[in-house]
């Protein structure tokens, strides 16, 4: 498993780590969200000002404090729903540190996220994000699972949580803010609601390039 820091290195962790995510805010419910850390620290979090049922075009994930870690931007117009992720707070001219599109416009796709750099590296989500069940591939490393996204059970009662509190499943070494970056453009592309399947399709050139 790699462990070179996509975002940041903080979070890249050493053991099989699972963060708990849950979908609030304090202006709109079910709008913004916030992530902890096994011993319940708040370590992200995604503040949102408006309706969720208003599509953004930007979005901030920041750390505890406050610090803008990555901004994430719509690209218009787009068919495979495309954005691109920037280090911090995007300054003109900065270049995106990687992309993220669905793999097809006709029928079920994937969804794809390519890191650019040296080496460069591919990034598959299958399953349903809706229903907080998806799993997060390295497509360079063998289909290496790197992270799942999967519904939290409380463990005093053995029930399972609401679509709000669900979990985030890190393997060793994968950078949680950047799987974090992922579920926010998730949660624009598909929502709560959408009962959409991400299934294994392998994209052509043509949709890898758009």
């Known amino acids: 498993m790699s462990g070179i820091a996509i975002v940041?290195?903080?979070?890249?962790?050493?053991?099989?780590t699972?963060?708990?995510v849950h979908k609030t805010s304090m202006f709109f419910p079910g709008d913004g969200f916030i992530v902890y850390d096994p011993k319940g620290?708040?370590?992200?979090?995604?503040?949102?000002?408006?309706?969720?049922?208003q599509p953004k075009?930007?979005?901030v994930l920041m750390e505890a404090s406050g610090k803008c870690l990555l901004t994430l931007l719509r690209k218009k117009p787009s068919l495979h729903q495309r954005?691109?992720?920037?280090?911090?707070?995007?300054?003109?001219?900065?270049?995106?540190?990687?992309?993220?599109?669905?793999?097809?416009?006709?029928?079920?796709?994937?969804?794809?996220?390519?890191?650019?750099?040296?080496?460069?590296?591919e990034y598959r989500i299958e399953g349903s994000f809706s229903q907080r069940c998806c799993t997060i591939y390295n497509a360079s490393s063998s289909k290496e699972r790197v992270a799942k996204i999967k519904r939290k059970v409380d463990p005093l009662n053995n029930v399972t949580l609401g679509k709000d509190v669900f979990l985030l499943c890190l393997e060793p070494g994968f950078d949680g803010a950047f799987a974090m970056g992922l579920?926010?453009?998730?949660?624009?592309?598909?929502?709560?609601?959408?009962?959409?399947?991400?299934?294994?399709?392998?994209?052509?050139?043509?949709?890898?390039?758009s």
């Open 41 to 53: 620290e708040l370590i992200l979090r995604f503040d949102s000002y408006g309706p969720d049922s």
């Open 57 to 59: 075009d930007e979005l």
């Open 8 to 16: 940041d290195e903080r979070f890249c962790f050493e053991e099989e």
């Open 83 to 121: 954005w691109e992720g920037y280090l911090g707070e995007k300054m003109e001219d900065q270049e995106p540190i990687f992309s993220v599109c669905r793999s097809s416009i006709i029928g079920r796709s994937s969804v794809v996220a390519h890191v650019f750099g040296e080496p460069s590296e």
């Open 183 to 209: 579920v926010l453009i998730l949660d624009q592309m598909y929502g709560d609601d959408d009962d959409y399947i991400m299934p294994e399709v392998d994209p052509t050139p043509e949709d890898s390039s």
């Open 18 to 20: 699972h963060l708990t």
